[in-house]
């Protein structure tokens, strides 16, 4: 990282790690604050966007910052950041509406029991989101993106105690989780196949990833990312559920941050991934989809919050259509109408807040005349909602022009695509004023009592955000020159010069922007009667991808419940037999694999005849035990086994072990006996030969697999380096002249304790196991050992 | 004598893992010890039977000249006798209490630790 220049970088990491610092310090401040600690808690996103707007003119002018360490060198991972155009207004928005919507929550939590651990959980989500969008490198990226799925679980199933939020909480995590794992195949497939590591790397690499054989996979891979966190049909599901979160979160995650995640990877890699056959066909297929039918049921949904998420996920769905056009005046429209929805949203979620909690309602159906009672909500919620139906002299206009700029082609491709914009944006507007207009307007309802502003903290907000959509549009050229235009030049890969003003021009575009206002004004009007007929449909199909989600997840547990049911059958012996065929594969498959067979060894002629009788005697004492029909004689046959074992040893020259052997064996032979008649257990195999027969054959098998190994072991050289070692040793160094003993107490001496240790270990073991009385009714009262 | 020895353990093996594959805790037992003369005729025979000297150092030198038997593998199956030893003393009690607690020695019978009817798992969130 040699570019660190300019003064962002200084305090690029000051500016990452205020939201963390802030969100380490939440609790406490908040212990003893109570809900003014937000008034200090925004003070790190307002640093943080003070430092970013710093970096304005500089970025402007063409300059990228970049800053970041080498992280895990042996992978060519870094811990790197980018700032251009692209990345500084996400970076602003991040900071300065969530500068505002801590505030905000600051009011709308006020006296919440867990309020410091929302606020915590805010600053981590807002940490999170700000690393995601500076950062350079991909693994980096990776890392915050999935943190912004992780905090957004917490946020949203903040509300715990209830199931629907839950509920919501899993689908995001579940969705968006998983999106992101597939982004990581994506991102490791460009890191594999292209060698590029990072968003610069990508960016100045031109066609390598376009002329990629792998180039389809790869996009699959991010697209599979972008639409599931960008919420595009059917990966929609979770964000109107997320409605289940406080207002605040709402406000923040589903209007300009979280959701745009995958807007924002869309445009970073357009000038890599972008202007293809492939990308200018699925993305605005997805898109159209999930605009029109996103505004369709903004339209049908009663509660205005989840009317407000319906056209958010509307909204993306138009960003995902224009970035799939590709074409500089479509990329230019998405900027613009992303920096327009960012404030216009983020503003009415607040007021949807602010509405709930004056009036204790968000139905539709049950809200009206609430102006006088609340005017500076009002106020906010009309500049807003002007914005986003695209009135002029709001942001939300200029974007709207830009985009009917960009679809303003005779091909059946911009028609097709002109057409679902046209019905998108009509439904919005509709959409936009059932929000904005209606709960203020009209005779108040029997059922709301009281209405009342909220504090200054829960209308400062909205209001902000609605006033400045109107003052970007005044001084647009300003505008222009600092936000859009070096945002677009970012996703477009050259420079972009926008000149659209709010004073519109008499062309094809304001005549389309005009005719989406009369039909929205006209859905406005028929709005209950639209509701009511799209809600009656949807009845009538009955599924969706929402309970598609429960279907799956359903199944999921199902299925992972008949698989551990296999895996795990609780049976020891089916453990046992799984483990013998493994065994059995693993010695026969790798000697077969490595071609290590025995040769066929010569029938032994050196064999004694008491060596003929000791291993006669050893294979009778194994029969008998396998044969035995009561207990006595399988001990018996045990001890017969393991004498005939010792009698090898000594007659092979190991006297010391024989000496041990005869010892345990006696050991062994009478405590079982001891314990054996205790049990009054049968040790014969009762079992049906048909079921003896797998075992058996099995065993042999066994039996072969060990006998071929040592065979083919003792048919190789010997490397005798070490006993020759203990051998001339022995003596010299330790000065005993039993090597065997002098091995296990001198040159082994170590290894020595520890057996010595396990053996103290197993022997206090069977002394708790043996005092141990089972406590608790029911069970038979057992007499311990040590008392019969 | 190796050969033969190879071929005793071999069915030393054999015997071992029927008498595990067994349904009956006994029997496993039973399986455990003749399990561990298995494992330990492998490491004796792996060091070689080469001579029936034990390996002792003659009083009046300080190296063995004559050939002996190698020390090395006999070291280490002492040590495994002990441990096996105390592997199956420790098994043994486990068994015994297990069926005191139980009144079974059939592992089928006993699913404490992985119950037979456990049931769905809750389907909700």
Same mark, same amino acid.
């Not at chain 1, 350079?136 to 509300?159: A, V």
């Not at chain 1, 790869?218 to 595009?232: D, R, W, Y």
């Not at chain 1, 046992?576 to 790798?590: D, F, K, R, Y």
């Given at each position: 990282?040699?570019?660190?220049?300019?003064?962002?970088?200084?305090?690029?990491?000051?500016?990452?790690?205020?939201?963390?610092?802030?969100?380490?310090?939440?609790?406490?401040?908040?212990?003893?604050?109570?809900?003014?600690?937000?008034?200090?808690?925004?003070?790190?996103?307002?640093?943080?966007?003070?430092?970013?707007?710093?970096?304005?003119?500089?970025?402007?002018?063409?300059?990228?910052?970049?800053?970041?360490?080498?992280?895990?060198?042996?992978? &060519?991972?870094?811990?790197?950041?980018?700032?251009?155009?692209?990345?500084?207004?996400?970076? +602003?928005?991040?900071?300065?509406?969530?500068?505002?919507?801590?505030?905000?929550?600051?009011?709308?939590?006020?006296?919440?029991?867990?309020?410091?651990?929302?606020?915590?959980?805010?600053?981590?989500?807002?940490?999170?989101?700000?690393?995601?969008?500076?950062?350079?490198?991909?693994?980096?990226?990776?890392?915050?993106?999935? +943190?912004?799925?992780?905090?957004?679980?917490?946020?949203?199933?903040?509300? %715990?105690?209830?199931?629907?939020?839950?509920?919501?909480?899993?689908?995001?995590?579940?969705?968006?989780?998983?999106?992101?794992?597939?982004?990581?195949?994506?991102?490791?497939?460009?890191?594999?196949?292209?060698?590029?590591?990072? +968003?610069?790397?990508?960016?100045?690499?031109?066609?390598?990833?376009?002329?990629?054989?792998?180039?389809?996979?790869?996009?699959?891979?991010?697209?599979?990312?972008?639409?599931?966190?960008?919420?595009?049909?059917?990966?929609?599901?979770?964000?109107?559920?997320?409605?289940?979160?406080?207002?605040?979160?709402?406000?923040?995650?589903?209007?300009?941050?979280?959701?745009?995640?995958?807007?924002?990877?869309?445009?970073?890699? %357009? @000038?890599?991934?972008? &202007?293809?056959?492939?990308?200018?066909?699925?993305?605005?297929?997805?898109?159209?989809?999930?605009?029109?039918?996103?505004?369709?049921?903004?339209?049908?949904?009663?509660?205005?919050?989840?009317?407000?998420?319906?056209?958010?996920?509307?909204?993306?769905?138009?960003?995902?259509?224009?970035?799939?056009?590709?074409?500089?005046?479509?990329?230019?429209?998405?900027?613009?109408?992303?920096?327009?929805?960012?404030?216009?949203?983020?503003?009415?979620?607040?007021?949807?807040?602010?509405?709930?909690?004056?009036?204790?309602?968000?139905?539709?159906?049950?809200?009206?005349?609430?102006?006088?009672?609340?005017?500076?909500?009002?106020?906010?919620?009309?500049?807003?909602?002007?914005?986003?139906?695209?009135?002029?002299?709001?942001?939300?206009?200029?974007?709207?022009?830009?985009?009917?700029?960009?679809?303003?082609?005779?091909?059946?491709?911009?028609?097709?695509?002109?057409?679902?914009?046209?019905?998108?944006?009509?439904?919005?507007?509709?959409?936009?004023?059932?929000?904005?207009?209606?709960?203020?307007?009209?005779?108040?309802?029997?059922?709301?009592? %009281?209405?009342?502003?909220?504090?200054?903290?829960?209308?400062?907000?909205?209001?902000?955000?609605?006033?400045?959509?109107?003052?970007?549009?005044?001084?647009?050229?300003?505008?222009?020159?600092?936000?859009?235009?070096?945002?677009?030049?970012?996703?477009?890969?050259?420079?972009?010069?926008?000149?659209?003003?709010?004073?519109?021009?008499?062309?094809?575009?304001?005549?389309?922007?005009?005719?989406?206002?009369?039909?929205?004004?006209?859905?406005?009007?028929?709005?209950?009667?639209?509701?009511?007929?799209?809600?009656?449909?949807?009845?009538?199909?009955?599924?969706?991808?929402?309970?598609?989600?429960?279907?799956?997840?359903?199944?999921?547990?199902?299925?992972?419940?008949?698989?551990?049911?296999?895996?795990?059958?609780?049976?020891?012996?089916?453990?046992?037999?799984?483990?013998?065929?493994?065994?059995?594969?693993?010695?026969?498959?790798?000697?077969?694999?490595?071609?290590?067979?025995?040769?066929?060894?010569?029938?032994?002629?050196?064999?004694?005849?008491?060596?003929?009788?000791?291993?006669?005697?050893?294979?009778?004492?194994?029969?008998?035990?396998?044969?035995?029909?009561?207990?006595?004689?399988?001990?018996?046959?045990?001890?017969?086994?393991?004498?005939?074992?010792?009698?090898?040893?000594?007659?092979?020259?190991?006297?010391?072990?024989?000496?041990?052997?005869?010892?345990?064996?006696?050991?062994?032979?009478?405590?079982?006996?001891?314990?054996?008649?205790?049990?009054?257990?049968?040790?014969?195999?009762?079992?049906?030969?048909?079921?003896?027969? @797998?075992?058996?054959?099995?065993?042999?098998?066994?039996?072969?697999?060990?006998?071929?190994?040592?065979?083919?072991?003792?048919?190789?050289?010997?490397?005798?380096?070490?006993?020759?070692?203990?051998?001339?040793?022995?003596?010299?160094?330790?000065?005993?002249?039993?090597?065997?003993?002098?091995?296990?107490?001198?040159?082994?001496?170590?290894?020595?304790?520890?057996?010595?240790?396990?053996?103290?270990?197993?022997?206090?073991?069977?002394?708790?196991?043996?005092?141990?009385?089972?406590?608790?009714?029911?069970?038979?009262?057992?007499?311990? +050992?040590?008392?019969? | 004598?190796?050969?033969?020895?190879?071929?005793?353990?071999?069915?030393?093996?054999?015997?071992?893992?029927?008498?595990?594959?067994?349904?009956?805790?006994?029997?496993?037992?039973?399986?455990?010890?003749?399990?561990?003369?298995?494992?330990?005729?492998?490491?004796?025979?792996?060091?070689?039977?080469?001579?029936?000297?034990?390996?002792?150092?003659?009083?009046?030198?300080?190296?063995?000249?004559?050939?002996?038997?190698?020390?090395?593998?006999?070291?280490?199956?002492?040590?495994?006798?002990?441990?096996?030893?105390?592997?199956?003393?420790?098994?043994?009690?486990?068994?015994?209490?297990?069926?005191?607690?139980?009144?079974?020695?059939?592992?089928?019978?006993?699913?404490?630790?992985?119950?037979?009817?456990?049931?769905?798992?809750?389907?909700?969130?």
């Amino acid at each position: 990282m040699d570019e660190l220049t300019g003064f962002v970088t200084e305090f690029g990491y000051v500016a990452l790690g205020l939201p963390f610092v802030a969100a380490v310090l939440a609790p406490l401040l908040t212990r003893v604050l109570k809900s003014h600690s937000t008034w200090i808690l925004a003070l790190a996103p307002l640093a943080a966007f003070l430092i970013f707007l710093q970096g304005v003119f500089e970025v402007a002018d063409g300059t990228v910052h970049r800053w970041g360490f080498s992280w895990i060198p042996s992978f &060519d991972i870094a811990f790197s950041f980018r700032l251009d155009g692209l990345s500084l207004v996400f970076a +602003l928005l991040v900071t300065g509406i969530g500068t505002l919507i801590i505030l905000y929550a600051g009011g709308y939590m006020k006296g919440h029991r867990d309020q410091g651990s929302f606020y915590t959980f805010m600053l981590l989500f807002m940490g999170a989101m700000l690393g995601l969008v500076i950062a350079d490198d991909l693994i980096t990226m990776f890392i915050f993106w999935e +943190l912004t799925s992780i905090t957004s679980f917490l946020l949203i199933g903040f509300d %715990h105690t209830r199931e629907k939020a839950r509920r919501g909480a899993i689908q995001a995590l579940v969705i968006t989780g998983g999106g992101g794992l597939i982004l990581l195949a994506g991102v490791i497939a460009i890191r594999e196949f292209t060698g590029l590591n990072s +968003l610069t790397a990508i960016l100045e690499s031109g066609d390598a990833l376009r002329d990629s054989p792998y180039y389809a996979m790869i996009l699959i891979l991010i697209l599979g990312g972008a639409f599931t966190k960008s919420a595009q049909m059917p990966f929609h599901v979770w964000l109107p559920n997320a409605m289940e979160a406080p207002t605040p979160v709402s406000a923040y995650l589903h209007s300009a941050t979280m959701v745009k995640a995958g807007v924002y990877l869309l445009l970073r890699m %357009h @000038p890599a991934l972008g &202007d293809t056959t492939l990308w200018m066909t699925i993305l605005p297929a997805f898109g159209a989809v999930t605009l029109v039918v996103g505004a369709l049921l903004a339209v049908r949904a009663s509660d205005i919050k989840i009317t407000l998420a319906y056209t958010t996920v509307a909204s993306l769905g138009l960003l995902v259509m224009l970035i799939g056009v590709s074409s500089e005046t479509a990329i230019v429209g998405a900027t613009l109408y992303l920096i327009a929805h960012a404030f216009f949203k983020a503003g009415l979620f607040m007021v949807a807040g602010s509405v709930d909690h004056g009036a204790h309602t968000r139905e539709i159906d049950r809200l009206g005349g609430l102006g006088r009672h609340m005017p500076l909500t009002f106020l906010a919620a009309i500049l807003c909602a002007l914005s986003m139906g695209g009135v002029t002299p709001f942001i939300g206009f200029l974007a709207k022009e830009e985009i009917y700029h960009a679809l303003e082609y005779p091909t059946a491709y911009h028609i097709a695509i002109l057409v679902a914009a046209i019905a998108g944006n009509a439904l919005m507007f509709a959409a936009a004023f059932i929000v904005g207009l209606q709960p203020f307007v009209g005779p108040k309802p029997a059922g709301i009592e %009281h209405p009342h502003e909220g504090g200054l903290r829960i209308w400062f907000g909205p209001l902000v955000l609605g006033v400045m959509s109107c003052v970007a549009a005044l001084y647009y050229g300003l505008y222009h020159e600092l936000f859009s235009s070096p945002m677009a030049s970012a996703a477009y890969g050259e420079p972009v010069a926008i000149d659209i003003g709010w004073i519109p021009h008499l062309n094809l575009a304001f005549a389309l922007s005009c005719l989406t206002a009369l039909l929205g004004i006209g859905l406005y009007i028929v709005s209950p009667r639209l509701r009511s007929g799209i809600a009656s449909s949807l009845d009538a199909i009955g599924w969706g991808p929402d309970r598609g989600f429960d279907q799956l997840m359903r199944g999921l547990v199902r299925f992972s419940f008949k698989v551990t049911g296999i895996v795990q059958s609780g049976r020891l012996d089916y453990y046992m037999t799984t483990t013998v065929v493994a065994v059995v594969a693993a010695m026969l498959g790798s000697m077969w694999w490595a071609g290590a067979f025995p040769t066929v060894p010569a029938y032994p002629t050196n064999i004694h005849f008491h060596e003929y009788i000791v291993l006669g005697l050893l294979l009778v004492g194994l029969g008998a035990v396998v044969v035995a029909k009561n207990r006595l004689t399988a001990i018996v046959s045990l001890g017969i086994q393991g004498f005939a074992t010792a009698l090898i040893f000594l007659l092979q020259g190991a006297p010391d072990l024989a000496y041990t052997q005869f010892m345990v064996e006696t050991l062994s032979v009478v405590i079982l006996a001891l314990v054996m008649t205790k049990l009054k257990l049968s040790p014969s195999d009762h079992r049906p030969l048909r079921e003896k027969l @797998p075992d058996a054959t099995l065993a042999v098998l066994v039996g072969l697999a060990f006998g071929l190994f040592l065979l083919t072991v003792v048919q190789r050289p010997f490397d005798d380096t070490l006993s020759q070692f203990f051998e001339r040793y022995s003596y010299a160094i330790a000065h005993g002249k039993n090597i065997v003993n002098v091995i296990l107490v001198d040159f082994r001496s170590i290894d020595t304790m520890g057996e010595i240790g396990v053996v103290m270990v197993t022997g206090l073991a069977i002394l708790a196991l043996i005092r141990i009385r089972i406590a608790g009714s029911g069970r038979r009262e057992v007499k311990s +050992l040590e008392q019969s | 004598m190796e050969l033969a020895l190879t071929f005793a353990t071999a069915v030393l093996y054999s015997i071992a893992f029927y008498l595990l594959m067994s349904k009956h805790i006994i029997r496993m037992l039973l399986g455990v010890v003749i399990l561990s003369n298995a494992v330990n005729l492998s490491i004796f025979i792996n060091g070689r039977l080469t001579t029936i000297a034990p390996p002792l150092i003659p009083s009046d030198l300080s190296v063995p000249v004559d050939p002996i038997s190698n020390p090395l593998p006999q070291a280490l199956v002492l040590t495994a006798i002990v441990i096996a030893f105390s592997f199956f003393a420790f098994l043994l009690v486990l068994s015994y209490r297990a069926y005191q607690d139980l009144n079974t020695d059939d592992t089928d019978e006993m699913r404490v630790a992985e119950p037979k009817e456990e049931g769905l798992p809750p389907l909700g969130y």
